[in-house]
């Protein structure tokens, strides 16, 4: 392992990708409850079959019923958005019933009627199938494909978010970096396969050894994080101690000659940004490093107040 450096590492320098049009509308449609995306779509269509039954024969407005479906479809799902369609097809024929005034027998308006079902459960299953597609895109970027925990960059996203919640409800928060000591050795002498088990088996035992509110996340190589929401000094440091015995279990279970060293701190007001407290955290790491390594070294910090030395 390195020395400690002078400076945070580059945590400015992770950017977060643009996404597609579809994911940001997505995003934005599941912060609206269901039942009124409902009413929305509802209110759309009713419109439509009004402005539809007034407007003369000869202008289509087909094409507009899959607004109200693709609404219902992108919040609820495909299920609800075939519904959707159903209903879209039913106030599309009564807005254009003079259409269906053919002579008794005739079938080619029914056929019409059955064909714009179809297209209309069509687009409906395309669509549903694309939103599955993006979100499990967007679930495999978001957690390490080793280990299963957060990446480092969706681990940012969710410090981000406890950094506004605590600062709104005024709640304190630890975060933890952590450090596979001797792990070099292991991928030297047994392989990178037995390297693999081994961060596997670290993330498995992180996340077993948490509450359910906690995030584990792995920041690259050996190295992982931990973010406890509205927890003190006093109560990380206890859990703490004990997951540190659960990885150390872990380790000689398996035969594995590595330990892990740890480096809190625990905010009671947050710092301005993610990166400033990432690296604090991380050189509280480096600092139980230079002690002395299978340990934990935890600090409290107010705000932008200097902290004092970490304690041991």
């Given at each position: 392992?390195?020395n400690?450096?002078?400076?945070p590492?580059?945590?400015?320098?992770i950017?977060?990708?643009?996404?597609p049009?579809i994911?940001?509308?997505?995003?934005?449609?599941?912060?609206?409850?269901i039942?009124?995306?409902l009413?929305?779509?509802v209110?759309?269509?009713?419109?439509l079959g009004?402005v539809d039954?007034g407007?003369?024969?000869?202008?289509?407005f087909?094409?507009?019923?899959?607004?109200?479906?693709?609404?219902?479809?992108?919040?609820?799902g495909?299920?609800?958005g075939?519904?959707m369609?159903?209903a879209?097809t039913?106030?599309?024929f009564?807005?254009n019933?003079?259409?269906?005034?053919?002579?008794?027998?005739a079938?080619?308006?029914?056929w019409?009627l059955?064909?714009?079902?179809?297209?209309?459960v069509?687009?409906?299953?395309?669509?549903?199938a694309?939103?599955?597609a993006?979100?499990?895109?967007?679930e495999?970027?978001r957690?390490?494909?080793?280990?299963g925990?957060?990446?480092?960059?969706?681990?940012?996203?969710?410090?981000?978010?406890?950094v506004?919640?605590?600062?709104?409800?005024?709640?304190?928060?630890?975060l933890?970096y952590?450090?596979l000591?001797?792990?070099?050795?292991?991928?030297?002498q047994?392989?990178?396969?037995?390297?693999?088990?081994?961060?596997r088996?670290?993330a498995?035992?992180?996340?077993?050894?948490?509450?359910g509110?906690?995030?584990?996340?792995?920041?690259?190589?050996d190295?992982?994080?931990l973010?406890?929401?509205e927890?003190?000094?006093?109560?990380?440091?206890?859990?703490?101690?004990?997951?540190r015995?659960?990885i150390?279990a872990?380790?000689?279970?398996?035969g594995?000659?590595?330990t892990m060293?740890?480096?809190a701190v625990t905010y009671?007001?947050?710092?301005?940004?993610a990166?400033?407290?990432i690296g604090?955290?991380?050189?509280?790491?480096?600092?139980?490093?230079?002690?002395?390594?299978n340990?934990?070294?935890?600090?409290?910090v107010e705000?932008?107040?200097?902290?004092?030395?970490?304690k041991g």
């Amino acid at each position: 392992m390195a020395n400690a450096p002078d400076s945070p590492r580059p945590w400015k320098d992770i950017r977060r990708p643009r996404l597609p049009f579809i994911t940001v509308a997505i995003e934005r449609l599941h912060r609206l409850s269901i039942l009124t995306v409902l009413a929305a779509a509802v209110a759309l269509l009713s419109v439509l079959g009004l402005v539809d039954y007034g407007t003369e024969a000869d202008r289509s407005f087909l094409v507009f019923y899959l607004l109200p479906v693709f609404l219902v479809t992108l919040r609820a799902g495909l299920w609800p958005g075939i519904l959707m369609s159903v209903a879209g097809t039913a106030v599309w024929f009564l807005a254009n019933v003079n259409l269906f005034q053919q002579p008794s027998g005739a079938l080619l308006p029914y056929w019409n009627l059955s064909v714009t079902l179809g297209v209309f459960v069509f687009f409906t299953c395309l669509l549903s199938a694309l939103v599955n597609a993006l979100e499990q895109e967007r679930e495999m970027s978001r957690y390490d494909s080793l280990t299963g925990v957060a990446n480092r960059r969706y681990f940012r996203e969710l410090l981000d978010s406890e950094v506004s919640r605590s600062r709104r409800y005024r709640r304190p928060f630890t975060l933890v970096y952590m450090d596979l000591d001797d792990f070099k050795a292991i991928n030297d002498q047994q392989g990178h396969t037995a390297g693999d088990t081994l961060l596997r088996t670290v993330a498995e035992t992180l996340v077993r050894g948490t509450r359910g509110v906690d995030t584990t996340g792995r920041l690259g190589g050996d190295e992982f994080a931990l973010l406890m929401p509205e927890t003190g000094y006093d109560a990380a440091r206890a859990a703490l101690s004990h997951l540190r015995e659960q990885i150390d279990a872990a380790m000689s279970s398996n035969g594995w000659p590595v330990t892990m060293t740890m480096g809190a701190v625990t905010y009671t007001s947050p710092l301005h940004s993610a990166e400033e407290m990432i690296g604090l955290a991380d050189r509280q790491m480096y600092t139980k490093k230079a002690e002395g390594k299978n340990g934990i070294s935890h600090r409290v910090v107010e705000g932008e107040e200097a902290p004092p030395a970490g304690k041991g």
